[in-house]
């Protein structure tokens, strides 16, 4: 049984940061997260630029978690990945935190950091359609150049389809958007914009059937049903923006009493800790007054909870960690930076 300081679940933003910031404080700290990849819900908007993050230019999203990732790695935490932690129990004064896929995990310290919990796109129903996500059936957009001059099909009329709408403008050659409902539900701003260029937006209208090409291999055809009537769109690319599922279902054993409200949060009794000891929210997931549902926000948490869980395991430490600036730490790592800049 490897005994671990800080164990975090879910390797968002959130999670990221209490990472680095668990191995600053010199806690042995282990991430488990349940998608093949690092990065959270970031992953979903990899081609958006960052403006709001504080004292970082705009910055693609997609360099921003590789920045994110790669500080989080500084002091090496054990990443687990494919693994969705199902519940945490509690046995003496060590927590037992078991997945869906049988491993079992042991820490002093929890810090949940399951954000939203866990979004996977509501893809279509159609059968077969899973085959041509290997090659032009998406549901989002993790290279742009992907699109250049491409005949694009959009289906989907919330927010996050019309942001791609609107950003494949300069890229795609032509777009249709098509939505079922009988209004798109985006922001006005955006829909103008796709109106000025002309786009052709065609509500109440689905997709029925997806057409191969000769070789089975992609889409070539769209067959779309409006009012009844049917038609085929020929496309290049496919883009399906429906919305995502999100799940939030991990569960504590009986007797841990852990509060949490009506949208799943856990409450903050302050500095990010659960009505249980030992357990911490970070990010998303964590509910307070005042608290910031944004990347920035996610940042703070990471720093309260990793304090709070320091500060639990070490009564006597420092509430905080010594500033980056002046912490020894760093020194050696200082000297090779300069001396190849
Ligand atoms: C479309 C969109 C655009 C956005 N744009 C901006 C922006 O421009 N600026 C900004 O500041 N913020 C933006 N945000 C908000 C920002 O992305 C979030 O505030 C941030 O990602 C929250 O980070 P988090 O780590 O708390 O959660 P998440 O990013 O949701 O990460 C949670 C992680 O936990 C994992 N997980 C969940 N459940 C489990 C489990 N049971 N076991 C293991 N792993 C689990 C998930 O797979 C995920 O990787 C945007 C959000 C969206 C949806």
């Not at 079992?104 to 085959?131: C, D, F, N, Q, R």
């Not at 290279?143 to 795609?172: C, P, Q, T, Y």
Request: aromatic share 8%.
């Amino acid at each position: 049984m490897e005994l671990y300081d800080v164990t975090i679940i879910g390797g968002g933003p959130a999670g990221l940061y209490s990472a680095f910031y668990s191995g600053l404080r010199d806690l042995k700290t282990k991430i488990i997260e349940h998608h093949p990849q690092l990065g959270g819900k970031v992953n979903i908007f990899l081609e958006k630029m960052l403006w709001d993050v504080g004292g970082q230019p705009p910055i693609l999203a997609e360099t921003f978690v590789k920045n994110l990732i790669e500080q989080a790695m500084t002091f090496q935490p054990t990443v687990c990945l494919e693994q969705k932690v199902t519940m945490i129990d509690k046995q003496d004064d060590l927590f037992v935190i078991q997945t869906e896929q049988g491993h079992t995990h042991y820490s002093k310290t929890v810090i949940i950091a399951i954000g939203g919990g866990i979004l996977e796109p509501m893809k279509l129903t159609l059968e077969g359609a899973e085959k041509y996500e290997m090659t032009n059936l998406h549901y989002t957009i993790k290279e742009m150049e992907r699109f250049r001059n491409k005949n694009v099909l959009l289906s989907g009329g919330g927010n996050s389809a019309i942001d791609w709408a609107v950003e494949l403008l300069h890229v795609a050659k032509h777009m249709t958007v098509i939505y079922r409902g009988d209004d798109l539900k985006a922001h006005e701003a955006q829909i103008k914009k796709l109106q000025q260029h002309g786009v052709t937006i065609r509500l109440q209208t689905e997709i029925q059937s997806l057409i191969a090409n000769e070789q089975k291999t992609a889409i070539d055809e769209v067959l779309i049903v409006s009012n009844g009537m049917e038609e085929r769109l020929a496309v290049d690319d496919v883009l399906v923006c429906h919305g995502f599922n999100r799940e939030v279902s991990l569960d504590v054993a009986k007797g841990i009493d852990i509060k949490r409200n009506e949208h799943q949060q856990f409450e903050s009794i302050g500095q990010c800790k659960t009505t249980v000891d030992g357990i911490y929210a970070v990010g998303d997931i964590v509910a307070y007054a005042d608290k910031v549902y944004l990347l920035v926000g996610t940042f703070n948490d990471a720093v309260l909870a990793v304090n709070s869980a320091k500060t639990y395991l070490q009564p006597t430490a420092n509430p905080y960690a010594m500033v980056s600036s002046h912490n020894e730490k760093f020194h050696a790592r200082n000297r090779e930076i300069l001396a190849t800049t």
